[in-house]
């Protein structure tokens, strides 16, 4: 099974779409095909479920990978970055994520504690592909073969101590008689000589034939041989240096994070229902009890996300949605939206300077903070669209401090529906 995106700039649109069901395990691959601007950089895709995020590595050259087998039934967030280690200014390309809804499976193990096979971090992952092209490099540095080693240099390299004669004699293996331990068969009398093991991985020749190709006196032939799959001493430095880059920019991504004040998913309604207040006709209602009274609010089928609708409101009804947990704000920092509108129309967010109110007590004061003109207003414009976007809102122009955000929708032409609400900051 196979879904199929395009990465083109800072978006990422689905080509392909498939039904996803819980509790697969490296079945469901996802394919990428990157315009131009991304050719250069090592690629990641990440998968972001509640408060888990996962990591796939493609490289530079890389176009698929598996879905993570954690994923369960929700709302999955995908995205991918990319970084060019040979830029000094620490480049990182990234997209706006789409989501992927993974739907529950009639799937019943016969052990219920069975592990499920966890996703490699970012570090380990990139160390395997270093593995994989490790694997084949001897004798594949330089076009015509003069920087390449002989077997016997190679085995000087990794210890071994005696002139070239002694080293093969060495791979003879006469009896045994000098082994160590001589632990593994009597007398060495079922051991095999590297020659007879070489013949039976495909050399032909005789033994003398063998020895002399041992020797790699100075690699003329190497013109004969296609060395395009191996990698030279130098691409395995490289690989090597980007998994230290690698390493060190996961190190700095950990101090950049989201203060997540929303998040649409079937868990919305216990996550935020007592942090999220709403201001209406009606009065000052937390998001669970207002949920009940406008079922249409937040409900599964928009998969629970802050729906300023017609069916609840009307035409050009006013909600105002007040942001609870306070949000230490500095002028570095960005504002994150994911949502869909209707139309495109002003926007009218505020941040409020936090107090210590709680509950409908703190949802009147930002309500009252907001009318009195004692509010940070920022201003900025909802994006018609018919798939949900996310925009970011700098607030450059913003003091330091601990504030609340509070937000204003209208039921009429944009009719916005929020789907996530996140303080990006550094």
Same mark, same amino acid.
């Given at each position: 099974?196979?879904?199929?995106?395009?990465?083109?700039?800072?978006?990422? @649109?689905?080509?392909?779409?498939?039904?996803?069901?819980?509790?697969?395990?490296?079945?469901?691959?996802?394919?990428?095909?990157?315009?131009? =601007?991304?050719?250069?950089?090592?690629?990641?895709?990440?998968?972001?479920?509640?408060?888990?995020?996962?990591?796939?590595?493609?490289?530079?050259?890389?176009?698929?990978?598996?879905?993570?087998?954690?994923?369960?039934?929700?709302?999955?967030?995908?995205?991918?970055?990319?970084?060019?280690?040979?830029?000094?200014?620490?480049?990182?390309?990234?997209?706006?994520?789409?989501?992927?809804?993974?739907?529950?499976?009639?799937?019943?193990?016969?052990?219920?504690?069975?592990?499920?096979?966890?996703?490699?971090?970012?570090?380990?992952?990139?160390?395997?592909?270093?593995?994989?092209?490790?694997?084949?490099? =001897?004798?594949? =540095?330089?076009?015509?073969?003069?920087?390449?080693?002989?077997?016997?240099?190679?085995?000087?390299?990794?210890?071994?101590?005696?002139?070239? !004669?002694?080293?093969?004699?060495?791979?003879?293996?006469? =009896?045994?008689?000098?082994?160590?331990?001589?632990?593994?068969?009597?007398?060495?009398?079922?051991?095999?000589?590297?020659?007879?093991?070489?013949? /039976?991985?495909?050399?032909?020749?005789?033994?003398?034939?063998?020895?002399?190709?041992?020797?790699?006196?100075?690699?003329?032939?190497?013109?004969?041989?296609?060395?395009?799959?191996?990698?030279?001493?130098? @691409?395995?430095?490289?690989?090597?240096?980007?998994?230290?880059?690698?390493?060190?920019?996961?190190?700095?991504?950990?101090?950049?994070?989201?203060?997540?004040?929303? /998040?649409?998913?079937?868990?919305?309604?216990?996550?935020?229902?007592?942090?999220?207040?709403?201001?209406?006709?009606?009065?000052?209602?937390?998001?669970?009890?207002?949920?009940?009274?406008?079922?249409?609010?937040?409900?599964?089928?928009?998969?629970?996300?802050?729906?300023?609708?017609?069916?609840?409101?009307?035409? !050009?009804?006013?909600?105002?949605?007040?942001?609870?947990?306070?949000?230490?704000?500095?002028?570095?920092?960005?504002?994150?939206?994911?949502?869909?509108?209707?139309?495109?129309?002003?926007?009218?967010?505020?941040?409020?300077?936090?107090?210590?109110?709680?509950?409908?007590?703190?949802?009147?004061?930002?309500? /009252?903070?907001?009318?009195?003109?004692?509010?940070?207003?920022?201003?900025?414009?909802?994006?018609?669209?018919?798939?949900?976007?996310?925009?970011?809102?700098?607030?450059?122009?913003?003091?330091?401090?601990?504030?609340?955000?509070?937000?204003?929708?209208?039921?009429?032409?944009?009719?916005?529906?929020?789907?996530?609400?996140?303080?990006?900051?550094?």
């Amino acid at each position: 099974m196979m879904l199929k995106f395009l990465v083109k700039g800072q978006k990422i @649109e689905i080509l392909e779409r498939e039904v996803i069901a819980s509790d697969q395990i490296a079945f469901v691959t996802l394919k990428f095909v990157f315009d131009g =601007d991304w050719k250069k950089f090592h690629k990641v895709v990440q998968f972001t479920q509640c408060d888990e995020t996962y990591n796939r590595v493609l490289c530079t050259d890389g176009l698929s990978c598996l879905l993570p087998a954690e994923l369960h039934a929700g709302a999955v967030k995908l995205s991918v970055f990319g970084y060019d280690a040979d830029n000094t200014s620490g480049l990182r390309a990234t997209t706006v994520p789409v989501t992927l809804h993974i739907r529950a499976s009639g799937f019943v193990g016969e052990d219920a504690d069975s592990p499920i096979p966890p996703t490699p971090d970012l570090y380990t992952q990139l160390l395997q592909k270093i593995g994989e092209v490790q694997h084949g490099k =001897d004798g594949a =540095d330089g076009k015509d073969g003069k920087d390449g080693l002989s077997a016997y240099e190679l085995a000087v390299e990794n210890g071994f101590t005696g002139t070239l !004669a002694e080293w093969l004699a060495s791979l003879k293996g006469k =009896d045994g008689e000098n082994g160590v331990d001589g632990k593994n068969g009597v007398n060495g009398s079922d051991g095999k000589s590297a020659y007879i093991i070489a013949v /039976e991985h495909g050399f032909s020749g005789t033994e003398t034939e063998w020895l002399e190709s041992l020797k790699g006196a100075d690699g003329s032939d190497a013109d004969d041989m296609d060395l395009s799959g191996y990698a030279t001493k130098a @691409e395995l430095q490289k690989i090597t240096e980007n998994a230290v880059y690698l390493e060190n920019l996961i190190k700095q991504t950990s101090s950049v994070s989201d203060t997540v004040l929303f /998040e649409s998913g079937t868990d919305a309604l216990e996550k935020y229902g007592e942090n999220i207040y709403t201001y209406y006709n009606d009065g000052y209602r937390s998001l669970s009890g207002f949920s009940e009274s406008y079922p249409h609010f937040c409900c599964a089928e928009n998969d629970y996300a802050l729906h300023v609708n017609q069916t609840d409101f009307g035409w !050009a009804g006013t909600v105002f949605v007040m942001c609870l947990t306070p949000v230490f704000i500095t002028s570095a920092m960005h504002l994150i939206l994911n949502y869909v509108v209707g139309a495109l129309e002003n926007a009218e967010f505020y941040l409020v300077r936090k107090t210590d109110k709680t509950g409908s007590e703190l949802a009147r004061h930002i309500y /009252e903070e907001i009318q009195n003109g004692n509010a940070v207003s920022l201003s900025f414009q909802w994006l018609y669209s018919d798939t949900s976007i996310s925009v970011m809102q700098s607030l450059e122009n913003v003091s330091d401090g601990e504030y609340y955000l509070a937000f204003q929708g209208t039921s009429d032409n944009s009719h916005p529906m929020v789907k996530s609400i996140k303080f990006m900051k550094g």
